[in-house]
């Protein structure tokens, strides 16, 4: 063996025997470098959504900062004890810690929306912390909500070495019992993610339950049904009202009545009594659909017969109906285009072509009752109350165009009022 294989053996040699040493040390753990990343997570982001912080967040300051935020903004929330724990277990472990080991703190959140979204967004936040800091295990800092559903999504990723759950202390006591007991139940009446199930369907399903007991007492008059009508009426309305706000819209809406002006009343004047010419043109359809039938509300109905039926009833109702509806639908219109006058408002030009159009949807909607009650008329009617109805809306496009271009300045005055007391405003 020559001198230069002798040499690539005793390097061969020295490299294997430098590695294997270096394997031992690391199985010994005398020079292994270990990070550690200390992890709090916000499932339903209440951060987020309450403090406005985005996330994710990296560092002790900036998880003191936002800890600091979301605890002021919500002194009960559960999140905010669970990011001041991570900092706590951050703390300590830094202060005990060996030269070899490195430690990080990071919070990750969801989305209050919650499934696959908030999930995908947890992975895509922790990936992004995991490239900043990679990381050889993880510990886990939580309120104890919904673990079941996060683990997973991190053991796939980074090994969890540990688990801390925060679990919020309470007294025992009765008082502090019912206090805490009546915080819960405002938060289910004024935060419409829980108000909207909680108050606003219940209120639905009684106000329907009651409805259908009243058109049982057409039947048959019962004094106790009565009681359970009025009820059911009074509870449901309180609930939906309280679970979709319409008492504070209500209330937020009754000040600026006292405020009014000539175009809001003349757009509320035309409102009203359009959709009141609209109701009666409904009523006036059923009750003929009703009378001439012999159809009633009771059940089981004869699907057959209803099925016979059916053209008939739907062109009658389109033929008793389109008068009033048509009379009150140009009614709304007509008072808001009488506002927008009123207002200088470009909309006016706007609402001319709709009335224009919908008056003419008279003639359109006649004719297919017509072809609907007699199948062996010809459409030669239709035919000609659609070409009709297209040139109508051309010519009243155009002519609208045209007055608007003439009477542009006129028009130009509510801008010029605006631009006006801007400049007030701005130099008061």
Same mark, same amino acid.
């Given at each position: 063996?020559?001198?230069?294989?002798?040499?690539?053996?005793?390097?061969?040699?020295?490299?294997?025997?430098?590695?294997?040493?270096?394997?031992?040390?690391?199985?010994?753990?005398?020079?292994?470098?270990?990070?550690?990343?200390?992890?709090?997570?916000? @499932?339903?982001?209440?951060?987020?959504?309450?403090?406005?912080?985005?996330?994710?967040?990296?560092?002790?300051?900036?998880?003191?900062?936002?800890?600091?935020?979301?605890?002021?903004?919500?002194?009960?929330?559960?999140?905010?004890?669970?990011?001041?724990?991570?900092?706590?277990?951050?703390?300590?472990?830094?202060?005990?810690?060996?030269?070899?080991?490195?430690?990080?703190?990071?919070?990750?959140?969801?989305?209050?929306?919650?499934?696959?979204?908030?999930?995908?967004?947890?992975?895509?936040?922790?990936?992004?912390?995991?490239?900043?800091?990679?990381?050889?295990?993880?510990? +886990?800092?939580?309120?104890?909500?919904?673990?079941?559903?996060?683990?997973?999504?991190?053991?796939?990723?980074?090994?969890?070495?540990?688990?801390?759950?925060?679990?919020?202390?309470?007294?025992?006591?009765?008082?502090?019992?019912?206090?805490?007991?009546?915080?819960?139940?405002?938060?289910?009446?004024?935060?419409?993610?829980?108000?909207?199930?909680?108050?606003?369907?219940?209120?639905?399903?009684?106000?329907?339950?009651?409805?259908?007991?009243?058109? /049982?007492?057409?039947?048959?008059?019962?004094?106790?049904?009565?009681?359970?009508?009025?009820?059911?009426?009074? +509870?449901?309305?309180?609930?939906?009202?309280?679970?979709? @706000?319409?008492?504070?819209?209500?209330?937020?809406?009754?000040?600026?009545?006292?405020?009014?002006?000539?175009?809001?009343?003349?757009?509320?004047?035309?409102?009203?009594?359009?959709?009141?010419?609209?109701?009666?043109?409904?009523?006036?359809?059923?009750?003929?659909?009703?009378?001439?039938?012999?159809?009633?509300?009771?059940?089981?109905?004869?699907?057959?017969?209803?099925?016979?039926?059916?053209?008939?009833?739907?062109?009658?109702?389109?033929?008793?109906?389109?008068?009033?509806?048509?009379?009150?639908?140009?009614?709304?219109?007509?008072?808001?285009?009488?506002?927008?006058?009123?207002?200088?408002?470009?909309?006016?030009?706007?609402?001319?072509? +709709?009335?224009?159009?919908?008056?003419?949807?008279?003639?359109? +909607?006649?004719?297919?009752?017509?072809?609907?009650?007699?199948?062996?008329?010809?459409?030669?009617?239709?035919?000609?109350?659609?070409?009709?109805?297209?040139?109508?809306?051309?010519?009243?496009?155009?002519?609208?165009?045209?007055?608007?271009? /003439?009477?542009?300045?006129?028009?130009?005055?509510?801008?010029?009022?605006?631009?006006?007391?801007?400049?007030?405003?701005?130099?008061?």
């Amino acid at each position: 063996m020559d001198s230069g294989s002798e040499r690539l053996i005793c390097e061969g040699i020295n490299i294997y025997e430098g590695e294997f040493g270096r394997r031992v040390m690391s199985r010994e753990g005398k020079q292994t470098s270990e990070s550690i990343l200390i992890l709090c997570v916000d @499932r339903d982001d209440d951060i987020g959504r309450k403090t406005g912080v985005k996330t994710p967040i990296i560092g002790k300051e900036d998880n003191m900062k936002s800890a600091l935020k979301l605890i002021l903004a919500d002194p009960e929330e559960a999140d905010a004890n669970a990011m001041f724990e991570a900092i706590r277990l951050y703390n300590v472990l830094n202060k005990n810690k060996k030269s070899e080991e490195k430690y990080e703190i990071a919070t990750i959140a969801g989305s209050e929306i919650g499934g696959v979204t908030a999930d995908r967004k947890l992975v895509a936040e922790l990936g992004e912390v995991l490239k900043k800091f990679p990381a050889d295990g993880l510990i +886990l800092v939580t309120d104890g909500f919904s673990d079941e559903d996060i683990m997973p999504l991190i053991k796939t990723r980074i090994p969890v070495t540990s688990v801390r759950r925060v679990v919020i202390k309470h007294s025992e006591s009765i008082e502090e019992t019912a206090a805490l007991f009546s915080r819960y139940w405002r938060m289910i009446i004024e935060d419409p993610r829980y108000s909207k199930i909680a108050l606003g369907l219940p209120g639905i399903l009684l106000i329907s339950l009651g409805i259908l007991i009243l058109l /049982k007492t057409f039947i048959k008059f019962d004094i106790y049904t009565w009681i359970a009508i009025v009820g059911l009426i009074i +509870l449901g309305s309180y609930l939906l009202g309280k679970g979709y @706000r319409i008492d504070r819209k209500i209330s937020a809406i009754a000040p600026h009545l006292y405020h009014y002006s000539i175009p809001g009343m003349v757009e509320s004047f035309s409102l009203t009594f359009g959709f009141i010419l609209i109701g009666i043109g409904f009523y006036q359809a059923g009750s003929f659909i009703v009378s001439k039938y012999g159809l009633g509300f009771h059940f089981p109905m004869d699907a057959e017969k209803l099925m016979a039926l059916l053209p008939l009833i739907i062109g009658w109702f389109i033929n008793k109906i389109i008068t009033l509806a048509i009379v009150g639908i140009c009614t709304i219109f007509l008072g808001k285009s009488i506002a927008y006058l009123l207002e200088r408002d470009t909309r006016f030009w706007r609402m001319i072509v +709709l009335i224009v159009v919908s008056a003419w949807s008279w003639t359109i +909607l006649n004719e297919i009752s017509r072809i609907i009650l007699d199948p062996s008329l010809p459409p030669d009617g239709l035919v000609m109350s659609v070409i009709i109805g297209i040139a109508v809306i051309a010519v009243s496009g155009s002519a609208t165009l045209l007055l608007s271009r /003439k009477y542009r300045d006129f028009f130009k005055g509510k801008k010029k009022r605006k631009a006006e007391d801007a400049e007030a405003e701005g130099s008061s």
